[in-house]
Nanobody, 123 residues
């Protein structure tokens, strides 16, 4: 069983940067694909970025020039570096792990989820 804990969220101003961390425990996730998703109030979970076991990455069009996903297998941790934040990025951000190491944009492909961390961007 894999436990995921997100951290690094908070209240920032438009244009600021923020780095989210997702620490995994219970099992090494080095062979897992990892993803970041976000959820706006009253909306379904939305894909943000994903990284395969081998380090291949993919991001949504809305964030690809501003957000970067990375992983540190030695630390069993995945990061989401967010820059040039805008108010529309305000959401709860979730980390997810997928036993099959191939990355995916689809939330239902992931096996484990964290509790989420709130990111609020003020204008």
């Amino acid at each position: 069983q894999v436990q995921l804990v997100e951290s690094g969220g908070g209240l920032v101003q438009a244009g600021d940067s923020l780095r989210l961390s997702c620490a995994a425990s219970g099992h090494s996730v080095s062979n897992y694909a990892m993803g970041w998703f976000r959820q706006f109030p009253g909306k379904e979970r939305e894909f943000v970025a994903t990284v395969s076991w081998s380090g291949l990455t993919m991001s949504s069009d809305s964030v690809k020039d501003r957000f970067t996903i990375s992983r540190d297998n030695a630390e069993n941790t995945v990061y989401l570096q967010m820059s040039s934040l805008i108010p529309e990025d305000t959401a709860v951000y979730y980390c997810a792990a997928k036993r099959n190491g191939i990355y995916s944009m689809n939330w239902f492909a992931y096996d484990y989820w964290g509790q989420g961390t709130q990111v609020t961007v003020s204008s």
